[in-house]
């Protein structure tokens, strides 16, 4: 099944979103990546489906960003709050089912289409 991002928008420096990732749930974990122009995919965050549903975080936005999932959905959720201009980018959720490497994007398989969020300074 597809995954499938929303919530994306513009929004000013300090403002919040929250993003939804659908078709969510994997064997091992879900993340959120994000790559701006002209810069690589970076690890944002991602969450455990078992393990008591350990999370990880990047550390720029550790404290500002909460990942969490709702199992009866199936969709995962990226709440950010005191956004940055730098945190402008296409972010992109993911599934691992690989039982290992959940920050890092290349133990993911199935990859969305992506959301834009865009933070005016």
């Known amino acids: 099944v597809q995954l499938q991002a929303s919530g994306g928008g513009l929004v000013q420096a300090g403002g919040s979103l929250t993003l939804v990732c659908a078709a969510a749930f994997s064997r091992f974990a879900t993340g959120w990546f994000r790559q701006a122009p002209g810069k690589e995919r970076e690890f944002v965050a991602s969450?455990?489906?078992?393990?008591?549903?350990?999370?990880y975080y990047a550390e720029s936005v550790k404290g500002r960003f909460t990942i969490s999932r709702d199992d009866s959905k199936d969709t995962v959720t990226l709440q950010m709050n005191s956004l940055k201009p730098e945190d402008t980018a296409r972010y992109y959720c993911?599934?691992?089912?690989?039982?290992?490497?959940?920050?890092?994007?290349?133990?993911?398989?199935?990859w969305g289409q992506g959301t834009q969020v865009t933070v005016s300074s």
């Open positions: 993911a599934r691992n089912r690989r039982s290992q490497g959940a920050t890092v994007a290349r133990f993911y398989d199935d």
């Open positions: 969450i455990r489906w078992s393990s008591g549903g350990a999370t």
